[in-house]
């Protein structure tokens, strides 16, 4: 498919800067199969969910994984910045770097400034790739190479947020969701930043179950698609993780007829990686380069609760896959009219399909 059939127009001011508060305040527009678009809050979730419906949600945790960087060569001294967005040891990790023409591979890279208390961090360079894509040997691995990255980087915010202002201290919990427990993402999955105590409880009560799996979101969802067709993008992959536990409750709920709604693009990507031909969900660990786009047959998961996408992007390309192009343009339409807040800190909307619905079929 052509990549301009995923675009539209937003206005610079839509895109928001900081999250609504409280979290479960922000706007929610629902978009059901053959009806109305409704204009809704995402602390009406439990209302619009039925008892035995089942939430995934993603725990990944954000790490601060923008860093600055020096490299000398003899008495040439450059800085940059280093983005890391995928771990590939315990002490390697492939990495984004800006300029990446400063670099070749055998430089070494410092981190951090001598005698200051934060300490330094040095890594080399060992494999440079397209687009600025590094990967990095770092002297330190493991828990000791964590904390130090911990030390010395910054809340990676995504380049539309960044762009308009610097990271604070807000940003190191606005920026994470409040169930965040394994660390290792370089973006937030941004659908679940919704998500407070109040509004856990509140499903909860409704009879509403929430289960986990881990995916370890890559800067690269931020890449624009620079490919004129879809078929010749290509994904960066991400590692994931279903336990069997996980795997278990899903496939009991869907013995019982019950829905699966994802929370989060990052949610449903990681179930329909995993998912079986006849539908079962089995436990799942590894990488995913999964690339959804409309005329894909979606077998794990019957509701998406997300926010809203960046035009031209693989995630708007999702979307529109599950819920029909032509169903998610008049919804941004609508949402742009009505001044719904856009991106990781915007509001969000649940996309809902019939459970023998397949994707509406991409035009060519």
């Given amino acids: 498919m052509r990549v301009d059939e995923f675009d539209f127009e937003l206005p610079e001011d839509r895109i928001a800067l900081r999250p609504a508060e409280p979290r479960d305040a922000a706007r929610l527009l629902v978009v059901r199969p053959g009806e109305d678009l409704a204009d809704r809050t995402v602390r009406d979730l439990p209302d619009l969910l039925e008892p035995g419906d089942v939430l995934v949600l993603n725990d990944t945790k954000v790490i601060p994984a923008r860093l600055h ?33 400063k670099l070749v591979p055998g430089d070494t890279l410092v981190f ?120 010749e993008h290509r994904m960066h992959a991400e590692w994931g993780t279903i336990t069997a536990q996980t795997a278990d409750a899903l ?32 436990p799942f660990s590894g990488d995913t380069d999964i690339f959804i786009t409309p005329g894909f047959r979606f077998r794990a998961v019957d509701a998406l609760m997300t926010n809203f996408h960046l035009p031209r992007s693989t995630l708007m390309m999702l979307v529109c896959a599950f819920a029909g192009i032509d169903t998610m343009r008049g919804a941004y339409a609508h949402a742009i009219r009505e001044g719904y807040r856009f991106y990781s800190f915007g509001d969000s909307s649940l996309l809902l399909r019939a459970h023998d619905a397949g994707s509406e079929p991409g035009r060519s």
């Fill in 69 to 101: 960087a020096r490299r000398t060569r003899g008495e040439a001294v450059a800085g940059l910045e280093i983005l890391l967005h995928k771990r590939e040891g315990a002490g390697r990790w492939r990495a984004f770097a800006r300029p990446a023409k």
């Fill in 251 to 282: 496939n009991a709920a869907r013995a019982r007829g019950s829905r699966i709604v994802a929370v989060g693009t990052t949610s449903l990507r990681l179930l329909e990686s995993a998912v079986a031909e006849d539908g079962t969900i089995p």
């Fill in 112 to 231: 951090g400034e001598e005698g200051a208390e934060v300490g330094t961090l040095e890594a080399r360079v060992v494999e440079k790739g397209e687009g600025g894509d590094v990967v990095l040997d770092f002297a330190l691995a493991g828990p000791d190479l964590d904390m130090a990255v911990v030390r010395l980087g910054e809340m990676p915010l995504p380049p539309y947020i960044a762009g308009k202002r610097a990271a604070d201290d807000r940003d190191a919990s606005d920026y994470q969701t409040i169930y965040a427990r394994e660390a290792g993402a370089v973006a937030a999955p941004t659908a679940g930043l919704h998500f407070t105590d109040d509004l856990f409880r509140r499903l909860e009560a409704r009879g509403i179950a929430r289960h986990f799996v881990t995916l370890h979101v890559g800067a690269g969802t931020f890449l624009p698609v620079k490919a004129q067709d879809t078929t």
